[in-house]
């Protein structure tokens, strides 16, 4: 029996499922009930979560940009948020002309489910986790597929040249980005010999992210891009597409893609934080489950936190720019890490942990070094031009001058 | 197995729901004054021209096939992954090829220029 | 009844009924979204099957990239979609075609079933996963397939990065 | 539990209704569409058979979902192939009816 202060979700789970099972409710139906409140509160608190998200974000990014945020509805600016959803809650839906009603619809719901749908597998502690699937990582990579299914719907329900052609945009960014996404969650299913999740991270005595830096460093890369945050924002590249698919959205279903793109930018972190930096493991995770919560949160909040900085801190890709990245450096560098590091350690397995520590990662490092070299001269020849030549910049000391001659160029 | 699908089932009819029934209720509490200026779809304030549902360039779906090959490959790979700590030598250098056909692949798309982004 | 043949029938129904959806739609691009449903229905009938592994791939490879692909070729192709009829004259020679062979199936498994063939249900703690990617690999199991699958694959890139790129310029 | 002929009606009935989309649309992709639905019976049917069937030997067979896994290489295969031949003759010829292509006619 599990004591409240070690573990108090299965002190409830237990105590809810006796409750039932006192109250006459058949085994089958106590399991269905129990389950369906678990759900309901998970989704609760992962929606509740994005609220919190929404102000650290605005915060931070303040800061980053030497603003303040927001700072005028509550303490320090904390109930900024939720005077935001109340103000969206009551915005009309605005329905354009033409549109395809059932997908226009569908769209912003399958959006947010498809982000939640992720939570159902994470192993949150040592003994709370939702659905421990023997396909585990497939399905998150899964899960992503109904989320691009979301945008087609959307873009093409609008009846908007803008939102069809920024939703086959997005699409074209995120299944490109899926491909090293994929291959490089190929490692920790390798190392642990298994899809479960829960099995996965219990076979993190060492992070797989010490023992496979550089597909961890790939699938953080491929997975900002595929939540369309900066620097791959282009999905929502004001200044190109409008707003990208959402652009006839308004009032909740806009809210909802929002939402949606908040959720999936800390559910990455989650995934993240499960599959290489060891999950819920910790000094006393083992006998107290719930340090492991605390854990799990803690990283995928450092993970969330590097995201913001990416986010406050990078320029924008161009598209071609964004394709060349993955298709010509993420991907090949995914697929022979792979080669590498399946031979290697078939052969360093049977050794000392510390020399298979040490030897996977001096692989790594060399096999990172060598196709760097090999991949960026590459790019190097066959750079292409895309821009005019550079001009000189106005700076105080050469504006007259230089508007005099008229430029360099 | 089952009973895990079950609470995936539960939980993705749930995470729909709550959604679903939020805009609902949003949709009730929300002005409704629809005319047909706002409705129209909103092209940078120019008149629409033509349908929407526009032709695209080749360039999508050369990605898109790229993506699907890859896709596939990788999904057939998992459960030699799975697999892998109790795989003989053999079976690992089978893998290495099966990847390295697919590297030359990749190279050929790269080589044949399907994979810049005109 | 049981709660899980109910789960059957209904997903059955949908698939089916969205099948026939996709096959009466005009609009190309509605006809995509109904073939998603039926594509749903069927993952979830893999899960009926206690066959995870192929449940999630179905959503990987036939929603995640089959359908997407369909999706763009079919905006690449828009302008010659909409105009004339959408079946061809041989509509019922095909539906009686199509008839007779649902008939004939039918009849051949429920003729099979009735042979007293002996089945038995999947343990429901088999894991499906390890044992497929042993016999991929293995040298007496299924090891030429899967490079041969490889191969076709590459084919395929190949072929299609091939046709697809021949007269650059040429198109519109 | 579920009876095997339900699997197999099942299978059959999409298997039909795909055949017909293959005889009787004009479209291109819709034909196409036709054939995945085709292949996703076959695949309901070769999985049903491995799960009432495999442990009848008492080991696991895993000979049906090496099949399955091959379709879906094969159903990728297909696709990008007839796509890409659908997206080459609509170039050539501003189609993707398959009567009034003559392609092959010369």
């Known amino acids: 029996m599990a004591v409240f202060w070690q573990d108090p979700i299965t002190f409830l789970r237990l105590w809810l499922e006796n409750l039932l099972l006192s109250w006459g409710v ?128 959307a873009g093409w329900g609008s009846n ?57 460093l790939i699938f953080l890369t491929a997975s900002v891009a595929e939540v369309g945050r900066a620097p791959f924002d ?110 290697a350690d078939y052969f360093l397995r049977g050794t000392l942990p510390l020399v298979r520590i040490l030897g996977l990662l001096c692989i790594n490092g060399l096999a990172y070094l060598v196709l760097d070299r090999v991949l960026s001269s590459r790019e190097r020849l066959r750079r292409r031009l895309v821009a005019q030549p550079v001009r000189p910049v106005a700076r105080p000391e050469n504006l007259i001058t230089s508007s005099d001659v008229g430029g360099r160029s | 197995m089952l009973n895990a699908w079950l609470y995936i089932g539960l939980f993705t009819l749930v995470a729909a729901a709550l959604p679903a029934i939020a805009i609902f209720l949003a949709g009730l509490l929300a002005p409704k004054k629809p005319n047909p200026i706002k409705n129209a779809t909103y092209e940078c304030g120019v008149e629409t021209v033509g349908p929407a549902w526009t032709q695209l360039r080749v360039q999508y779906y050369l990605f898109a096939l790229a993506f699907l090959i890859f896709d596939v490959e990788s999904v057939l790979l998992f459960p030699w992954a799975v697999a892998y700590q109790q795989l003989p030598l053999f079976a690992i250098v089978e893998a290495v090829i099966f990847l390295a056909i697919l590297v030359g692949g990749l190279f050929y798309a790269w080589r044949k220029g399907a994979l810049n982004w005109q | 009844m049981s709660a899980l043949q109910w789960v059957f029938l209904v997903t059955a129904l949908i698939t089916v009924s969205a099948a026939v959806m996709m096959v009466a739609s005009r609009r190309m691009m509605h006809a995509a979204l109904w073939l998603a449903v039926a594509l749903l229905g069927v993952a979830v009938v893999f899960v009926t099957l206690e066959a995870s592994f192929f449940a999630v791939v179905q959503l990987l490879v036939y929603i995640g990239s089959i359908l997407i692909i369909i999706v763009f070729a079919i905006m690449l192709t828009q302008r010659s979609t909409e105009a004339g009829p959408r079946l061809n004259p041989f509509a019922w020679g095909a ?57 076709l694959l590459l084919a395929a890139l190949i072929g299609a990065v091939y046709i697809a790129f021949e007269r650059r310029g040429e198109g519109s | 539990m579920i009876p095997l002929s339900w699997y197999l009606i099942l299978s059959a009935t999409l298997f039909s209704i795909g055949l017909f989309a293959v005889l009787a649309r004009r479209h291109a992709i819709a034909i196409l569409m036709g054939i995945e639905l085709m292949l996703n019976a076959v695949n309901i049917n070769l999985l049903a058979f491995w799960h009432y069937w495999s442990q009848i030997k008492g080991v696991p067979q895993v000979s049906g979902m090496v099949f399955a896994a091959m379709i879906f290489v094969l159903a990728a295969a297909e696709t990008a192939v007839a796509l890409a031949l659908i997206i080459s003759a609509y170039r050539r010829h501003h189609t993707v009816v398959v009567d009034e292509m003559t392609l092959l006619k010369g």
């Open chain 1, 26 to 153: 058949p085994a089958d139906w106590a399991l269905v009930i129990r389950f369906a409140v678990g759900a309901v509160l998970l989704v609760t608190a992962a929606l509740l979560l994005v609220i919190l998200q929404l102000w650290l974000e605005r915060k931070l990014i303040g800061r980053i940009q030497d603003r303040l945020g927001p700072n005028r509805v509550g303490p320090w600016g904390l109930l900024q948020p939720i005077a935001d959803v109340l103000k969206i809650f009551t915005k009309e839906h605005i329905t354009p002309a033409g549109a395809d009603r059932i997908p226009f619809n569908l769209a912003p719901v399958l959006s947010v489910a498809a982000a939640l749908m992720v939570w159902a597998v994470i192993p949150f502690s040592a003994t709370v986790f939702g659905a421990d699937l023997n396909v585990g990582i497939l399905y998150l990579l899964a899960v992503g597929a109904l989320g691009e299914l979301a945008i087609i719907l």
């Open chain 1, 160 to 216: 908007n040249k803008y939102a069809l052609l920024g939703a086959l945009r997005t699409v074209a960014q995120l299944i490109s980005y899926s491909v090293p996404m994929t291959l490089s969650a190929l490692v920790p299913v390798m190392f642990s010999g298994s899809l479960h999740l829960s099995v996965i991270t219990r076979a993190q005595e060492v992070w797989f992210i010490v023992l496979a830096p550089v597909p961890a």
């Open chain 1, 234 to 343: 282009l999905p929502e590249a004001e200044s190109e597409l409008v707003a990208g698919y959402s652009v006839e959205y308004s009032g909740l279903k806009f809210g909802f893609f929002y939402v949606a793109e908040f959720l999936k930018a800390f559910t990455v972190s989650l995934i993240f934080a499960v599959l290489f930096l060891g999950g819920w493991r910790g000094p006393g995770a083992e006998s107290y489950p719930v340090l492991g919560f605390v854990y799990l949160m803690l990283k995928s909040g450092i993970v969330y936190l590097l995201m913001i900085l990416f986010r406050g801190t990078l320029p924008r890709f161009r598209i071609d720019q964004v394709m060349d990245l993955n298709w010509k450096v993420l991907t090949p560098l995914a697929l022979i890490l792979l080669m590498v590091i399946a031979l």
């Open chain 3, 95 to 151: 539906a009686g075609v199509a008839g007779v062979v649902w008939a004939a199936l039918t009849y051949i498994f429920i003729r099979w079933l009735m042979s007293g063939t002996p089945l038995q249900e999947l343990g429901a703690s088999f894991d499906d996963v390890v044992p497929l990617g042993k016999a991929l690999v293995d040298a007496e199991g299924f090891a030429v397939p899967f490079e041969v699958a490889s191969v």
